[in-house]
């Protein structure tokens, strides 16, 4: 009981807030919608829940997990945070400039798992994040701001195509810009702040 009372103990609503944006920009539910219409149009089967619960696992198994691969390697945080930084740096310019620099796996057959939860959801760009900013976040904050990522992601997928259909490839273009400019500035903010500790 104590234990789970100083672990809520140490969640901090600001940086639930600020880590929630920032991942759910990475994770990116609404700019991946054309990819998953495209898929259901294919014939691949696309089950919500499995998709979050396996997305939710990868990324809370990684986000515990980081660190000690990090120790495994002899990487500090901030090295790693400098590198993940310039990652989102590019996922960034892949929204604003709509340019293709990450290639994605073959979307053929059944979809839930793969390519779906990893590694579209929980995949490279959501690791290299989470792992940059623990040097700023405590991991409560960030557990909680996952499962939220996860809630919206699961009622992005379930309601897919009344998104498309009511909000348009127009708003959904707009949505996918403004969250390529907000990781953008994180981006830099994680290269240049932690540059500053390093030196």
Do not use: H
Not at 51 to 66: H, Q
Not at 155 to 179: A, C, D, E, H, P
């Amino acid at each position: 009981m104590n234990t789970i009372q100083q672990f809520f103990g140490a969640v901090d609503f600001w940086q639930v807030i600020s880590s929630f944006i920032f991942l759910i920009a990475i994770i990116d539910p609404f700019g991946n919608i054309p990819i998953t219409i495209a898929m259901q149009q294919k014939g691949v089967k696309i089950k919500a829940w499995r998709v979050c619960l396996a997305s939710l696992i990868i990324l809370l198994a990684f986000l515990f997990l980081g660190e000690w691969i990090l120790k495994l390697f002899g990487v500090q945080i901030e090295y790693f945070a400098i590198a993940g930084g310039f990652v989102i740096f590019l996922m960034a310019l892949e929204m604003i400039l709509d340019v293709t620099i990450f290639q994605n796996s073959n979307l053929d057959g059944e979809g839930s798992i793969v390519p779906l939860a990893f590694p579209m959801y929980a995949g490279p760009g959501a690791f290299t994040a989470l792992l940059a900013i623990t040097a700023e976040y405590s991991i409560a904050s960030l557990c909680v701001s996952l499962v939220l990522c996860i809630l919206v992601l699961y009622f992005v997928l379930i309601g897919t195509n009344w998104l498309t259909k009511y909000l348009g490839q127009t708003s959904l273009y707009i949505i996918r810009k403004f969250f390529g400019i907000i990781v953008l500035a994180i981006a830099c903010k994680l290269m240049f702040g932690n540059l500053a500790a390093v030196f």
